[in-house]
């Protein structure tokens, strides 16, 4: 949460609105968010048809895409520092790493929990286009047994 919000937070998050810290607020909103969509398409809460869904699909597909080049472009962040082989070096190195590698909030991770929410999402919208072909073809055999 912002200081605006009452949650708190730094200065540094109003300013800077891709800090770690409102970063992993946003992914874990849309987290949740994904979460709910995915419930709903598994409950039948929502249908869309194959063609609404391409540009959507597309659109994860180039997102999941991206993260994948972004995950191998950062993979010296993953690598602790080299900072003299004493152990004020060491500590730091291992500082530095976790926070840059391993720590909630960072590149690694945030790119990590991107890519399972653009799954998620994937997956919900997969789910929904089922609902939907299942829906379509009760329709068409209730009106075929009709006549």
Not at 32 to 48: C, D, I, M, S, Y
């Amino acid at each position: 949460m912002l200081i605006a919000d009452g949650g708190g937070g730094s200065m540094s998050d109003i300013v800077n609105p891709f800090s770690s810290g409102s970063m992993d607020t946003a992914v874990k909103a849309a987290t949740a968010e994904t979460q709910k969509l995915l419930a709903a398409a598994n409950g039948g809460g929502f249908r869309v048809s194959p063609e609404g869904v391409a540009p959507i699909k597309k659109a994860l597909t180039d997102l999941i895409n991206d993260l994948n080049g972004k995950s191998e472009s950062i993979y010296l962040l993953n690598q602790s520092p080299q900072l003299g082989n004493h152990p004020y070096g060491h500590t730091v190195a291992a500082h530095d790493h976790k926070g840059a590698a391993e720590a909630e909030g960072s590149a690694s991770t945030a790119i990590e929990e991107l890519k399972k929410l653009a799954e998620q999402a994937g997956q919900a919208l997969d789910i929904a286009v089922a609902k939907y072909n299942e829906s379509d073809s009760a329709a068409f055999d209730a009106l075929k047994y009709k006549r």
